[in-house]
């Protein structure tokens, strides 16, 4: 359970949501309701604005709903948002929702995740696309964290054609991701990603130019010494209304050309 803090603490806390967002104090103040004077009061603790102003101040800067539950409790107050467990009766039409989406995208992959990459739901062909893998027992330990089994060299790492590239990539989504939320969980999971090794670059026989640099489809290796290409879509709920759903998202993989996408439906038809 959170202890209150002093309020210098959690204005300090606030003035930090402020900054990661790139807002000014007399942005922020605008968007708010309030002044920039009584603002800078609250960032230094000088001030302690009640419930309702704090809460404007939070949504305004897009701090996500578990965090302003957190800094709601530092402060003293109630928090804003429930949190569910998504076995909970309530959180039935979200379960029954994420079920459609990872079905109907059948026969191409879909995973759906929370907020620090752990895996929450899958589909069929999403597991099909590991069956040739034998993957570290360790990295299916729950909770299972797909950004983890994705890219370590012991999980469905040796998968991708364009392992680096890629590696890069999510690197750089996973600390947008960060710079936005401040979920230390997130940070710990960067180091240890940031910490796998990678494939050297490639280099022209005859140039000497570095290769492969340019990022495409995502390509996977098959058992049969073929290879499928994708691209993705990412999902999140529109309108969350507890902090459980707030923090859901949906990989949709897609076939990124003909080939992959035949391929995808034979298996299909070949599991149906």
Excluded: C
């Excluded at 402020?18 to 807002?23: I, K, L, S």
């Excluded at 948002?81 to 379960?95: G, N, T, W």
């Excluded at 570290?136 to 330990?141: I, K, R, V, Y």
């Excluded at 489809?217 to 879509?233: H, K, Q, Y």
């Amino acid at each position: 359970m959170a202890t209150v803090q002093s309020q210098p603490e959690v204005g300090s806390l606030l003035r930090q949501w402020r900054q990661r967002q790139r807002v000014t104090q007399l942005e922020l103040a605008l968007e708010a309701g309030i002044s920039a004077r009584h603002l800078s009061f609250v960032e230094t603790g000088r001030s302690k604005p009640g419930r309702e102003t704090r809460l404007r101040i939070l949504e305004q800067l897009k701090v996500p709903f578990r965090e302003q539950n957190r800094l709601l409790l530092a402060a003293g107050h109630a928090p804003a948002y429930p949190e569910r467990s998504l076995d909970d009766l309530d959180l039935a039409p979200v379960r029954e929702a994420l079920d459609v989406i990872l079905s109907d995208h059948e026969p191409y992959p879909a995973v759906a995740v929370d907020r620090v990459w752990n895996l929450v739901a899958a589909n069929g062909a999403m597991f099909a696309l590991t069956e040739a893998v034998d993957i570290d027992p360790e990295l299916l330990e729950p909770p299972i964290n797909v950004m983890r089994i994705g890219l370590h060299p012991r999980g469905l790492g040796p998968l991708f054609v364009n392992l680096r590239e890629w590696h890069a990539h999510w690197l750089k989504r996973l600390e947008r991701q960060l710079s936005a939320t401040g979920d230390k969980q997130l940070a710990a999971l960067i180091d240890e990603i940031a910490s796998y090794p990678m494939p050297a670059p490639e280099h022209d026989a005859i140039s000497g130019v570095v290769t492969g640099e340019m990022l495409g489809p995502v390509r996977v290796r098959t058992p049969d010494g073929g290879e499928l290409s994708f691209f993705g879509m990412f999902a999140t709920f529109d309108t969350p209304f507890e902090v459980t759903t707030s923090e859901l998202a949906i990989e949709l993989l897609f076939p990124a050309d003909r080939a992959t996408a035949e391929t995808l439906h034979g298996r299909g038809r070949r599991r149906s």
